[in-house]
């Protein structure tokens, strides 16, 4: 059983477009991290969300964490082709220990 | 600048010989993972340390020890190498104390033949 649910799993947009790309579970988690990764790279971590409803932009990303703290999205405004990557979201479970367990991820290529 | 670097980035070895992959942080982090990533699989955590002589299994734990004998390093075994652990290796640190973003190695990629 995952955890975490990553959806879409693919996504291929034209540069310009915006997007957004979800993170779904059952379980309540105490925060979830969203990370970028690159091939031939280990993840990077991009933000980590702590209160349930809570929003952060990075730039043209913004991140929401549910008010349930048991699901988050990612949306990209204006994607760039340097956006193209693996997104993964993370999280550790409420009340349990600091173990970090990871979604199956979403790979996005922006088109030029 | 406080990293964490794994050893080696590629390996290749035998069906059935002990392998041993490093990793090394210097961030002074109590807690340490040890993930695989397989297509399809994302990344599935194979042990974790909260700290020094602590070592958890995780969910694809079997055919794999670790042990903490220091702050900085995690080593992962490889008892007797299997074709399907052919895999990319991450080494992941965290803080810990409910502070869980975690930083990752370059990761090494093992195959097993």
């Known amino acids: 059983t995952q955890l975490l649910e990553q959806s879409p799993q693919f996504l291929s947009i034209q540069e310009g477009e915006n997007l957004t790309v979800y993170c779904n579970s059952s379980s309540v988690f105490s925060s979830l991290q969203w990370y970028r990764q690159e091939p031939g790279e280990g993840p990077v971590l991009l933000v980590t969300?702590?209160?349930?409803?809570e929003v952060k932009k990075l730039k043209r990303l913004t991140f929401q964490f549910g008010d349930a703290r048991k699901d988050s999205s990612l949306h990209i405004t204006a994607a760039q082709t340097g956006d193209t990557g693996l997104y993964l979201c993370a999280g550790a479970l409420m009340n349990r220990d600091d173990k970090i367990i990871f979604g199956k991820g979403t790979r996005l290529h922006i088109l030029p | 600048d406080a990293e964490i670097t794994q050893s080696p980035r590629h390996k290749i070895t035998e069906t059935g010989r002990q392998v041993t992959l490093a990793c090394h942080q210097t961030?002074?982090?109590?807690?340490m993972f040890w993930y695989r990533q397989d297509l399809g699989h994302g990344l599935r955590l194979i042990h974790y340390s909260y700290g020094v002589q602590d070592t958890n299994k995780g969910e694809v734990s079997d055919g794999y020890s670790v042990s903490r004998s220091n702050t900085e390093d995690l080593p992962l075994t490889l008892e007797s190498a299997a074709s399907s652990q052919t895999s990319v290796y991450f080494c992941?640190?965290?803080?810990?104390?409910?502070?869980?973003?975690?930083?990752f190695g370059q990761g090494t990629r093992l195959t097993v033949v």
């Open positions: 992941a640190s965290s803080e810990g104390t409910g502070i869980t973003e975690a930083f």
């Open positions: 961030w002074n982090h109590n807690n």
């Open positions: 969300v702590v209160t349930g409803g």
